[in-house]
């Protein structure tokens, strides 16, 4: 059965005090109780964010891992290691890590594998940059990423899988993807997925809009039949707002 689902990407902000500061207006916050609500601090805050939150409904899940299960990989961290802090869920294939640190469809895909092996709940994000969707070959992109990033997965794993649209073009700009716009992707996805595996996999998997999603605008793409919920960066880091986004489910 799919889920409505808030995850925030914190990215690489909030020191230890910080933190402290915005999981304590969190828990402050009245959250739709439905709603499954993530966040995923940097590395460093991951450990105490989990025992913060322990008795609370929000779970915790990092932003990346390495697909090798451990060994001579100076400053990475392995599934093994997230688990052993009660982390179970990652984000995989971000746009900034696409961007800024090589991530291709190939890596990616050994990333998933490697999660899903251990166990872990894997969100996967993907998206087509302006100039693709310019040219009109948006659909093509993201049909290319999910083929190469994870449809090598077995139909068991996909109760492990979140999917994550992001358009490159509407990350972290102030430019969303109109709500009309994010249904005509999911849509698209849902039946990619139906066409490669079946129509009850691409019907039970959760798929969140990503793209500066703000209080604002949450309710009218989450309103949209394809669409279940958000990855939400910047509006994370504020809990108030963040708060409105999680409520903002009709
Ligand atoms: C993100 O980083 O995944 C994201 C969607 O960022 P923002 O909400 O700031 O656009």
Not at 35 to 53: D, E, G, K, R, S
Not at 57 to 77: C, F, K, L, R, S
Not at 218 to 223: H, N, Q, R
Request: aromatic share 8%.
């Amino acid at each position: 059965m799919r889920k409505n689902i808030v995850a925030g990407n914190w990215k690489m902000n909030c020191d230890l005090s910080e933190t402290d500061y915005l999981i304590s207006r969190l828990m402050e916050q009245k959250l739709d109780p439905s709603v499954q609500v993530i966040v995923t601090p940097p590395f460093t805050n991951l450990h105490h964010t989990y025992h913060l939150l322990k008795s609370m409904p929000i779970g915790v899940a990092a932003q990346n891992m390495h697909q090798e299960e451990g060994g001579a990989y100076t400053g990475e961290v392995s599934a093994k290691m997230l688990k052993s802090i009660g982390v179970e869920t990652v984000i995989l294939g971000h746009s900034e890590r696409r961007a800024y640190f090589g991530e291709d469809n190939a890596l990616l895909a050994k990333k998933v594998t490697t999660a899903l092996t251990e166990g872990m709940t894997v969100i996967f994000c993907f998206g087509e940059e302006l100039q693709e969707r310019k040219e009109g070959r948006h659909f093509d992109v993201v049909k290319q990423q999910l083929k190469e990033g994870l449809f090598h997965i077995a139909e068991g794993d996909w109760s492990r899988l979140v999917l994550a649209y992001e358009p490159v073009w509407a990350i972290g700009t102030g430019e969303t993807a109109s709500p009309d716009q994010a249904q005509e992707m999911h849509h698209f996805i849902r039946e990619t997925i139906a066409e490669a595996y079946n129509a009850d996999i691409s019907e039970n998997v959760s798929i969140l809009y990503g793209g500066s999603v703000k209080p604002n605008n949450a309710a009218e793409i989450f309103g949209k039949p394809d669409v279940d919920g958000g990855l939400i960066g910047g509006a994370s880091l504020k809990a108030d707002d963040f708060a409105a986004i999680v409520n903002a489910f009709h």
